[in-house]
């Protein structure tokens, strides 16, 4: 059973546009709500995270959005740009034991 | 710092060799694990570590051992490869007390 369900799969935006990416849980154990960026050939990059306790956080054109009652978080991309063209996923991570698990993916295009 | 090491970064194997990939850190982290990424899968937990001598299973461990002899060291082992080990492998760290993963940049394994 897929414990985060990610969506869309696949998302094309023009430059200068929004880009928002959801991820729906439904275990509650976990402490930690990363975004990771993946580039092809390379490993993924933590992009931004969130702890449970607070509802939003930005770090420049990047946002998380979480909703603890509806078991939601989203990822935010400001005034998108070619180069944020990349995979993302989400994840959820338990730092006080060994578990993580991640969503399917991602694909961002950003058109020119 | 390195970061985090694995290698080969490529590898092609016949149905029933075995073979280890190996990831090293150079961070003093207390947690390493090993993540498998197939397309539109996201990467699934195989292995963990909590620390030298502990390790646990995570989602898919069938067909993988691990060891942590040391803080630094988690090599993964096939026992005998089989085509759905057609792969690529990501090795990650993290500090105990933190929830941010440090990927490796990765090992391609093509089982024929």
């Known amino acids: 059973q897929q414990q985060v369900k990610q969506s869309p799969q696949s998302l094309i935006v023009q430059k200068g546009g929004i880009s928002i990416i959801n991820c729906a849980y439904e275990?509650?154990?976990?402490?930690?709500f990363p975004w990771y960026q993946q580039f092809p050939g390379k490993g993924p990059a933590l992009l931004i995270a969130?702890?449970?306790?607070?509802s939003e956080k930005k770090e420049g054109r990047f946002t998380i959005s979480f909703n603890k009652s509806a078991k939601q978080f989203s990822l935010h991309i400001m005034d998108s740009q070619p180069g944020d063209s990349a995979t993302y996923f989400c994840?959820?991570?338990?730092?006080?034991?060994?578990?993580?698990?991640f969503g399917d993916g991602t694909t961002l295009t950003v058109k020119p | 710092n390195a970061g985090v090491t694995q290698t080969p970064k490529f590898q092609v194997l016949k149905t029933g060799q075995s073979m280890t990939l190996q990831c090293a850190q150079d961070?003093?982290?207390?947690?390493m694990s090993w993540y498998r990424q197939d397309p539109g899968m996201g990467l699934r937990l195989i292995h963990y570590?909590?620390?030298?001598?502990?390790?646990d299973q995570g989602e898919v461990p069938n067909g993988y051992n691990v060891s942590r002899s040391t803080t630094e060291d988690f090599p993964l082992r096939l026992l005998s490869a089989a085509p759905s080990q057609t792969s690529v492998y990501f090795c990650?760290?993290?500090?105990?007390?933190?929830?941010?993963?440090?990927f490796g940049e990765g090992s391609r394994l093509t089982v024929l």
């Open positions: 990650a760290s993290r500090s105990d007390r933190r929830g941010e993963l440090f």
């Open positions: 275990n509650t154990a976990f402490d930690y």
């Open positions: 570590s909590v620390g030298a001598g502990i390790t």
């Open positions: 994840a959820l991570i338990n730092t006080n034991a060994g578990k993580s698990t």
């Open positions: 969130i702890r449970p306790d607070v």
């Open positions: 961070m003093n982290h207390e947690y």
